[in-house]
């Protein structure tokens, strides 16, 4: 099966610029997962969807961060401003359902200059 | 807040030898998962756990979940130098996933 698909891979913005990373989640997975793995730490969880309604979004900084998965399918994450430590891999995962394995895309590496 | 401690940070081991690493918590959890995540990529599933005192292998690793439900381990036997990276424990309680701070192992061949 195909597994997770994130892009882009790498993006380069200056602080107070938009970004906009997408995911595709393996076909017929329930739950999507997005999480901010900064260099050196583990992945931090930003957001959980079930289908298409948010379970978990208590670490997303929602004044900057925000999140959708229209259709319960692929989702996309923005930032808007971004900030010098937003620098970071963002990791996408997806599982049949709340409780089972995640697979995760190979993220997209960002950086804020 | 849930804590969850992984052991040790780090490890620079000869190529053949053995390595444990552990991860526990004050918490009970209902499934234990361990990923390997390499440079640039993703973390990679290589063990499931889902019953307390569970011992499962995947060829040369071996992990169990722990009689108390708070702790699991995770054994390599015979490493080799495609075993570097960093290795994390992933538990999961209600629906809720939890990423360990992830042991970080070097091979010298």
């Known amino acids: 099966e195909a597994g997770v698909a994130q892009s882009p891979r790498y993006k380069i913005i200056e602080k107070r610029q938009s970004v906009a990373f997408w995911c595709n989640p393996i076909s017929g997975h329930a739950t999507l997962y997005w999480y901010q793995q900064i260099l050196g730490q583990g992945p931090k969880l930003l957001i959980q969807?079930?289908?298409?309604?948010?379970?978990?979004d208590s670490q997303l900084p929602k004044d900057r961060f925000s999140a959708e998965r229209l259709k319960g399918v692929d989702s996309t994450l923005k930032i808007q401003p971004a900030k010098l430590e937003d620098s970071a891999v963002y990791l996408c995962?997806?599982?049949?359902?709340?409780?089972?394995?995640?697979?995760f895309g190979n993220g997209t590496r960002l950086t804020v200059t | 807040g849930q804590q969850l401690n992984q052991s040790p940070q780090s490890m620079f081991i000869q190529e053949g030898e053995d390595v444990s690493m552990n991860c526990t918590s004050s918490s009970i959890f209902n499934t234990w998962l361990w990923y390997k995540q390499e440079p640039g990529e993703g973390p990679v599933l290589l063990i499931a756990l889902y019953k307390a005192g569970e011992l499962t292998s995947n060829g040369r690793l071996t992990a169990q979940f722990g009689i108390t439900r708070k702790d699991s381990f995770l054994n390599i036997s015979a490493s080799i130098p495609s075993d570097v990276g960093i290795y994390f424990c992933?538990?999961?309680?209600?629906?809720?996933?939890?990423f360990g701070t992830g042991t970080r192992l070097k091979v010298l061949a």
């Open positions: 992933l538990p999961s309680g209600t629906y809720k996933y939890i």
């Open positions: 995962a997806s599982s049949k359902k709340g409780d089972s394995p995640l697979h």
């Open positions: 969807f079930q289908n298409n309604g948010v379970v978990d």
